[in-house]
């Protein structure tokens, strides 16, 4: 029997940074239309995109004539609008800027009769330009933007996986434009102690709220100029001192001081002989690890399902 191929792209940093550089503030731009639009849910859910067979998608967004959904479209490189009134709108991702981008968007949005004013400055980044004064040179490759997105379908379908194993309180597999990183979160049930550090950009409100609740979250990021190394993490609030002390799996996952989670490569994952088991091990030890310093309930909250699978 043939070896499975392995689909997994190779991610230099070095390679897609322009690209990530546009992207990390394109999407701020579009989930700030989603944050405007919408309902606030708890842990500032309502602000999150989503991976779907195309790119990145703010799903289904309420305005007064019905919905709409604003999509970062990765096989034909365009932003496309469509609403639940039949009309639509798009435009090319080639040879934009972030200020034409927010220009081109908002114009568009108000065209299709969708009215919106965001807050027009980037969250947690160091030094935010307004969008609509950030003329950068930067160029958008089709080819770097493709494979940031198809390996997040991976990813989307091993955190989904995991999620299907946990019975108790937790968020969809989604996507943050402020740190830009695709995460998941399960939540023990027990409240939290306060969250007091500082964010960039983000009022400490917001992240004491969103930090309200013990959690264990896991997530895939694709790292900056000072951490250029994609990587998947995982990390507890509370953070417990003994957490960093208890084994992870692979044997390459460690412990990060600097940034208060483990850490694994994404190209251990990557070039391992199975990608989707070994980055299995690391979710399924990282959360073992934080529920024993944590004393998680896991009896009442892990689930199998796998006898449905069976009977499908």
């Not at 919106?116 to 980044?125: F, Q, T, Y």
Request: some cysteine; hydrophobic content about 35%.
């Amino acid at each position: 029997m043939a070896n499975k191929k392995n689909t997994w792209p190779v991610l230099q940093f070095d390679e897609l940074k322009d690209t990530i550089y546009l992207l990390h503030h394109w999407t701020q731009i579009i989930g700030k239309v989603r944050l405007k639009k919408s309902s606030w849910q708890n842990h500032s859910w309502h602000v999150t995109l989503y991976v779907d067979s195309q790119g990145l998608t703010t799903g289904l967004v309420p305005y007064e004539n019905g919905a709409f959904e604003i999509r970062l479209d990765f096989i034909h490189h365009e932003v496309r609008i469509k609403t639940t009134n039949g009309t639509q709108d798009r435009f090319s991702l080639a040879g934009q800027t972030v200020a034409s981008f927010y220009q081109q968007l908002m114009e568009k949005l108000n065209f299709l009769g969708i009215q919106v004013k965001i807050h027009a400055l980037p969250n947690e980044m160091p030094n935010p330009i307004p969008f609509a004064k950030n003329n950068k040179k930067f160029i958008y490759q089709a080819n770097a933007a493709q494979k940031i997105w198809k390996a997040l379908v991976h990813v989307n379908k091993e955190f989904n996986l995991f999620r299907s194993k946990f019975t108790g309180k937790s968020s969809p597999v989604h996507f943050f434009w402020g740190s830009f990183d695709l995460a998941y979160t399960r939540f023990s049930g027990k409240k939290a102690p306060v969250f007091e550090a500082d964010v960039p950009n983000i009022p400490k409100a917001v992240m004491q709220e969103s930090y309200s609740h013990e959690v264990f979250s896991v997530g895939f990021w694709l790292g900056n100029e000072s951490f250029p190394t994609p990587s998947f993490y995982a990390y507890c609030y509370p953070n417990y001192p003994e957490f960093k002390k208890e084994s992870v799996q692979p044997k390459e996952a460690y412990w990060s001081d600097d940034m208060g989670e483990f850490l694994l490569s994404y190209e251990v994952v990557q070039k391992s002989s199975n990608a989707e088991d070994t980055l299995r091990s690391f979710l399924q030890s990282a959360y073992e690890a934080a529920t024993k310093v944590g004393n998680w309930d896991r009896e009442s909250l892990d689930c199998d399902f796998s006898y449905f699978d069976q009977k499908k």
